[in-house]
């Protein structure tokens, strides 16, 4: 997903033009945020989870990595709405909860809470829960999410693209199990 994300930067000149404003979605310990903070020096970095636990790992994380990010709790976007930020160009990195609810998991998976891991009965709850979000004006202070960078299984890319597709976001790339989406006419 970061690589993905530093290609879209290094070819996208208007975004690069502004400071980037990325927006992990369910940062859980804060490896996206983290590494995107590290990679791109310049861009604004927040970071949202619902678990206050995985908040105090991912503020550890970012401490030990020497990076400024801020952190929210809250429900998808929801605590970034009532912030005072005026953000710039908004790209999401959203690594939600994907797995079906009747997947079978492997061990090391298993350990970690099921909360971060299943998705509901075809594992795109959260995902629709975050579209609908943006479909109902859920724009970050008035400026519209340039892009979303979301993780899910192969199989799921078409049903996710169309839940997108539904609140005025395109599929602009899949590779494996990341995907890529812009508004609709960009």
């Known amino acids: ?6 290609n879209l930067l290094c070819h996208d000149s208007a975004i690069y033009r502004d400071t980037p404003c990325i927006v992990d979605v369910g940062t859980g310990s804060g490896a996206l945020a983290i590494t995107a903070k590290l990679e791109i020096t310049d861009s604004k970095v927040l970071a949202v989870d619902i678990d206050p ?10 401490k030990a990595h020497g990076v400024k990010i801020k952190f929210f ?12 930020y005026r953000l ?3 790209i999401l990195l959203a690594n939600l909860p994907y797995v079906p609810r009747n997947f079978r998991i492997n061990q090391a998976a298993a ?3 099921r909360l971060a891991i299943f998705g509901g009965s075809d594992g795109l709850d959260v995902y629709r829960r975050l579209f609908d979000q943006l479909s109902k004006g859920t724009t970050l202070r008035g400026e519209r999410t340039e892009y979303i960078l979301t993780e899910s299984l192969p199989p799921q890319h078409e049903k996710l693209a169309a839940i997108a ?7 602009k790339k899949s590779s494996d199990f990341i995907q890529l989406f812009a508004p609709d006419g960009s």
């Open 1 to 6: 997903m970061i690589e993905l994300l530093k």
């Open 73 to 84: 709790q809250g429900d998808l976007l929801s605590p970034l709405l009532s912030t005072d």
């Open 165 to 171: 597709k539904i609140v005025g976001y395109k599929l």
């Open 53 to 62: 636990k995985c908040l105090v790992v991912a503020r550890q994380n970012a």
């Open 111 to 113: 350990v970690e809470p």
């Open 88 to 90: 710039p160009t908004t």
